[in-house]
């Protein structure tokens, strides 16, 4: 084997341990830095996290590349006491966001599809006074609690809003925003999202 070759081989089989080694050490790190995750959990890097000492996290979760938590306790001169909850066996697929600076509860058995925006604040009110403020600079406002009860299935490209109780057992479909509270057993779907099944 040509000695060129051979050194091509070695480079890129050492870049490959190295980048990989990275990747163990940054999902290892995010591990460690939720104030609480249960037993037998698997995260795919990379993973966003802001402020996760305030994320706990249930035993057997699950998340592929690109979750993204954020949670503010400081934001321009204000204070928040934010909480986010993950109960048991929770999978989350790719780029799954979740904002939060007050509280954002997922119950137990939630399956998640991808591209999943959960927020329970706004990033500045929407009047005339605050539509004078560069977006950046808005502040932060509380707009309710979101709370999914246990085994809710939410479709891909969903966005679910401030201040939404999704019941338990209920399926959201695909790309829909969810405005207002989804009864139990039910299915919703649309922009806003509405009740399209309910058992
Ligand atoms: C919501 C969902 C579960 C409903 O399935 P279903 O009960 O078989 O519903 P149907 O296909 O019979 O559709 C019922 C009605 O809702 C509408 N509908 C279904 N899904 C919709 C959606 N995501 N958005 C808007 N309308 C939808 C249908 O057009 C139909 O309307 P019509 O009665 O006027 O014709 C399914 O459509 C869906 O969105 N699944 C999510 C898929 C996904 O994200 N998978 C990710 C893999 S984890």
Not at 47 to 57: F, G
Not at 85 to 110: S, Y
Request: proline letters at 5%; a positive charge; charged letters at 20%.
């Amino acid at each position: 084997m040509p000695v060129r070759k051979m050194y091509n081989g070695f480079f890129y089989k050492f870049i490959n341990y190295v980048v990989k080694k990275y990747q163990w050490l940054s999902v290892a790190n995010a591990q460690r830095s939720f104030k609480q995750l249960g037993p037998n959990c698997y995260l795919e890097y990379p993973v966003h996290l802001i402020n996760s000492k305030y994320v706990s996290i249930g035993s057997n979760f699950s998340a592929k590349y690109n979750l993204r938590i954020e949670t503010f306790d400081q934001f321009e001169g204000d204070s928040y006491t934010p909480e986010i909850c993950i109960g048991d066996n929770v999978i989350m697929n790719t780029d799954v966001h979740i904002g939060c600076i007050q509280k954002v509860h997922i119950g137990n058995n939630v399956l998640m599809a991808s591209r999943i925006y959960i927020s329970d604040h706004s990033h500045g009110d929407v009047d005339r006074h605050t539509l004078e403020i560069i977006p950046a600079k808005r502040p932060l406002t509380i707009k309710g609690d979101v709370v999914i009860e246990d085994n809710v299935w939410i479709g891909e490209g969903v966005a679910i809003l401030p201040g939404v109780r999704v019941g338990r057992n209920a399926v959201i479909g695909a790309n829909a925003v969810v405005t207002k509270d989804v009864p139990a057993f039910s299915v919703v779907a649309g922009v806003p999202a509405k009740v399209i099944r309910q058992f």
